[in-house]
Structures are given as C-alpha cells and as structure tokens.
C-alpha cells in the first residue's frame, strides 16, 4: 500500500500530558508533509479513534495511560489497517530496545530536535525501521551541548529577561511551545526553573573560553 508522494502523511498522536499533545500537534500541522487528522490522551481513545480512521503514522508515548504504549502496539499488530508506531520518549534505560520488541516502527528521544521526529515520521511512512543510537556520555559531559538549537536559542533570550510572552514573539512560536522548549531544557539542565537556568546559563559562560 504505497501512497501517492505528493499526499501528506496521515498522523495520529496520543500523549498523556496536555502540553506535549499541544505542542507536538502544532508541530505536525505547520509542516506541509503532514495531515494531522486527530489526537488523544489515551491509549485507549488512540485505539478508538484509529480503529474507525486509519492513519499511516502513529506517535505515541511510551508511558500512555491506561494501557501503556507497548501493550496499545500489541493490540493494533492484531489490525491490517494500523498505523506504523512511533515511540516519542524519554531515552531512559532500554526504552528504544523495548519499543522496537514491541513492535514500534521507531523511536525518537523526547531531548532531540523536533525536526528529528517529524524526519522519523517520514522514514516511517516510506517502510525504514528509525532507531537512532545516541551517546549519552557525551551529554553528561556537557549538558549545553545537548540543547537543540531553538532550547540554545530559548536559554539566550532567558539570559536576557524575556518572558514566555516575549519570547513566543522573538522565536516566532506560540507561548505552548515555549513552555515544551523550557521544560525540555529545565530537564536536561537539571534545573528547576528560569532563575536556575539563567544562573547555569552564565556560569557555563564563564568557564568556556570565548
């Protein structure tokens, strides 16, 4: 069943947390290649909706209530119409081994780009198995050094003074995606919120040689 290049790519995406869903959802439908046809914040209301509208892609989390995103992959492995899963998720431990035993189609780690995710998305429609292998040495050695280039971007503009309002404005994104970005960048900083962040921002300033 391969479909006509010039269509978008039908997705489906379920995320528990509200902020994720909204954010990814409005990263899908900014990109021409997509065709976000719905999104849920179960497992169970994914299967639901999936079951009556086919999509060619699935993005899931991996921790998706109730049910969970491994057990939703077993279930859907049973249809001939379901989509190829994507597991959206943090890297901790064996998750993207687990996702591929599941059955997933491919993993994207939550700390990435967003570009990486909608690239797998891709992949995945055309047939490829996406699991990336990161070191994550590397980014314990020097956490900045995991930021991508619009969290580098939002940490800069932090130092700064902006507020999410202001930032929204300069970076050209909504106030909901500047939330996802500050909270992607908070965790991989190991910080709590914007006054740590800043204070992490310049000391790092200070111990890099310009």
């Known amino acids: 069943m391969v479909s006509d290049k010039s269509s978008p790519i039908t997705v489906m995406l ?39 509208v086919p999509v060619q892609v699935g993005v899931i989390d991996w921790n998706l209530p109730v049910l969970g995103g491994a057990k939703l992959i077993e279930v859907l492995r049973e249809h001939e119409s379901a989509p190829k899963m994507v ?51 590397d980014l314990q050695r020097d956490p900045i050094s995991s930021l991508s280039k619009k969290e580098k971007a939002i940490l800069e503009a932090l130092s700064k003074g902006l507020s999410n309002r202001e930032l ?34 310049y000391s790092s300033q200070f111990q890099s040689p310009e």
Request: hydrophobic share 45%; with cysteine; proline share 4%.
């Open 168 to 201: 929204s404005k300069e970076l050209g994104i909504s106030t909901n995606t500047v939330k996802f970005h500050l909270s992607n960048l908070y965790e991989k900083l190991s910080v709590k919120n914007r006054a740590q962040a800043i204070a992490y921002y």
């Open 87 to 137: 597991i959206y998720g943090d890297e901790t431990g064996d998750l993207p081994k687990l996702a591929m035993k599941a059955g997933a189609a491919g993993f994207v780690p939550r700390s990435g780009e967003v570009e990486g995710l909608l690239e797998t998305c891709v992949d995945v429609a055309a047939g490829k198995m996406v699991f990336p292998f990161i070191d994550v040495r």
């Open 14 to 52: 379920a995320d528990g947390n509200p902020l994720v869903l909204s954010a990814m959802s409005e990263i899908f439908e900014r990109d021409p290649r997509f065709s976000l046809v719905a999104t849920s914040a179960t497992a169970e209301g994914f299967l639901g909706l999936v079951m009556r």
